[in-house]
């Protein structure tokens, strides 16, 4: 079955970017959505986005502007930088897999949820 | 943003025990409403989508329903595997997915 691997530094200075990956294994990127969510004790669980395998995203407002996500399918595996971090984005950080699913009784939506999840790796930010 | 609340906070119950949970929805979500069960240094774990379809593998002890803006899990008989932090999350149309800030079931 599909399993996640997030990886990236631990320890990130004030101001910097973070950078962390997902690799996917037992099975493909393609064909489905993936997300990046982070959870700390002030502020639970936050979504922070979420990318399509052709590359389109969407992201939380509240972090639009520091965020990207992005996937090279050829190495299965997609990431996220969020940049000008501060101590408020210390937080273990899970990438997981979006379930796409139409609902049946209302044309053009589709409901999302979240069926594998990554073990999740600490980051904190501190000088 | 739509905001996610859910009651209680923490709750001790005993083996054996029906426990209900609710999250409440700031504005109409339909049923776009999935429940996550976390444990301790573990990630989430999905158990009902979609306000009350169980996830594969779930018990079916485990069952969600909605009322309005109201949601509700239902663990019809608590097991000792089932002691963990319990969170909804909505995912409405095109608005951010949001959280609850979760329930904690512990043993009583």
């Known amino acids: 079955q599909v399993q996640l691997q997030e990886s990236g530094p631990g320890l990130v200075k004030p101001s910097e970017t973070l950078s962390l990956t997902c690799t996917v294994s037992g099975g493909s990127v393609s064909g489905y959505s993936w997300t990046w969510i982070r959870q700390s004790p002030g502020k639970g669980l936050e979504w922070i986005g979420y990318i399509y395998y052709t590359g389109s995203t969407k992201y939380n407002p509240s972090l639009k502007s520091r965020v990207t996500i992005s996937i090279n399918t050829s190495k299965n595996q997609f990431s996220l930088n969020l940049s000008s971090v501060t101590a408020a984005d210390t937080a273990v950080y899970y990438c997981?897999?979006?379930?796409?699913?139409?609902?049946?009784?209302?044309?053009?939506?589709?409901?999302?949820?979240?069926?594998?999840w990554g073990k999740g790796t600490t980051v904190t930010v501190s000088s | 943003d739509i905001q996610m609340t859910q009651s209680p906070s923490s709750l001790s119950a005993s083996v054996g025990d029906r426990v209900t949970i609710t999250c409440r929805a700031s504005?109409?979500?339909?049923?776009?409403l999935n429940w996550y069960q976390q444990k301790p240094g573990k990630a989430p774990k999905l158990l009902i989508y979609a306000a009350s379809s169980l996830q594969g593998g779930v018990p079916s002890r485990f069952s969600g329903s909605a009322s309005g803006t109201d949601f509700t899990l239902t663990i019809s008989s608590l097991q000792p595997e089932d002691f963990a932090s319990y969170y909804c999350?909505?995912?409405?149309?095109?608005?951010?997915?949001?959280f609850g800030p979760g329930t904690k079931v512990d043993i009583k």
């Open positions: 999350q909505q995912s409405y149309d095109n608005t951010p997915f949001t």
């Open positions: 997981a897999k979006i379930v796409v699913v139409a609902a049946p009784t209302r044309g053009h939506s589709y409901y999302y949820y979240m069926d594998v």
């Open positions: 504005q109409t979500i339909s049923n776009y």
